[in-house]
């Protein structure tokens, strides 16, 4: 198990590693962050024992890291918190978008998102818009982001939708989703490890697939992800919200490509993978 365990980890970091790389980030660097992880994580999840609080002892036999360095990470861990936040205005905009795409209100005969009046006594309107997903920025602020980016356009009053996502140039944005994404993909899939009613984790995998194939079928691939993504936002938009506990979920679709190995001679083959 242990060699698998390992052949997985690798098989994670890598792509992160190359990235940081990158970016400057020497091996140093990443292991100063994972000292951070490990304290909160063993803080976290192997909580209280016998009804006291865990200490620091006990957090640096779970972790291997030095009782005093334990003692200071998790001072910074109280004050700053342990989880990045994305970029307010990134947030509230890709929440404006999709509403836009999935609420019925919002979309034409042919289900397409309509271009909207900035303000109207009558819905739909796209200050109305803001309004439904409760934004806590002025409605001309999230245009100006949303034109800012490419994702929309004011013309005479009105304000159409040029992207069906919100995608956003800032380099602090565009890291803040990845962690959000990839880190609620790895919670899925150790969740479904550790047994339990398993999450949806699932994926279509080709290793020796025609280019000219996939050249043919990209573009339909992409749209099939969008139109999941959408109706699924439909489904709960419009689910009842009666009181009590709330859950926050994640529900993404991604999509990579590369050349195949060139010692590959194997038929192409289509695995429909299981849960974790």
Do not use: C
Not at 151 to 168: C, F, K, N, P
Not at 230 to 258: C, I, K
Request: charged share 25%; hydrophobic share 40%; glycine share 8%.
């Amino acid at each position: 198990m242990n060699g698998v365990l390992k052949t997985a980890v690798l098989a994670i970091l890598r792509p992160l590693v190359r990235y940081l790389i990158g970016q400057g980030w020497t091996y140093g660097a990443l292991t100063d962050t994972l000292k951070m992880v490990y304290v909160a994580e063993a803080s976290k999840h192997y909580g209280e024992t016998a009804g006291r609080p865990l200490t620091d002892s006990r957090v640096s036999l779970l972790t291997g890291i030095h009782r005093k360095e334990v003692k200071r990470l998790r001072l910074l861990l109280e004050e700053h918190g342990d989880r990045p936040m994305l970029r307010h205005g990134a947030n509230i905009a890709a929440q404006v978008v999709a509403a836009w795409v999935s609420m019925a209100d919002y979309a034409d005969p042919s289900g397409q998102p309509k271009s909207l009046p900035l303000r109207s006594e009558a819905p739909p309107s796209f200050e109305g818009l803001a309004r439904k997903v409760k934004a806590d920025m002025r409605p001309r602020a999230i245009l100006d982001e949303l034109g800012r980016v490419g994702v929309a356009q004011e013309q005479d009053g009105v304000v159409h939708l040029l992207r069906a996502a919100y995608i956003s140039d800032l380099p602090e944005d565009q890291v803040a989703f990845l962690g959000e994404n990839v880190g609620d993909h790895l919670r899925s899939a150790v969740h479904n490890l550790e047994g339990g009613k398993p999450f949806l984790e699932r994926a279509l995998y080709f290793d020796a697939l025609p280019a000219a194939v996939l050249e043919e079928a990209r573009p339909e691939l992409y749209r099939m992800g969008e139109r999941l993504l959408r109706e699924a936002h439909q489904r709960l938009n419009t689910a009842e919200s009666p009181e009590g506990p709330q859950r926050r979920l994640r529900l993404g679709v991604y999509y990579y490509e590369e050349d195949a190995a060139a010692e590959s001679t194997e038929e192409p083959a289509a695995e429909d993978e299981p849960h974790a």
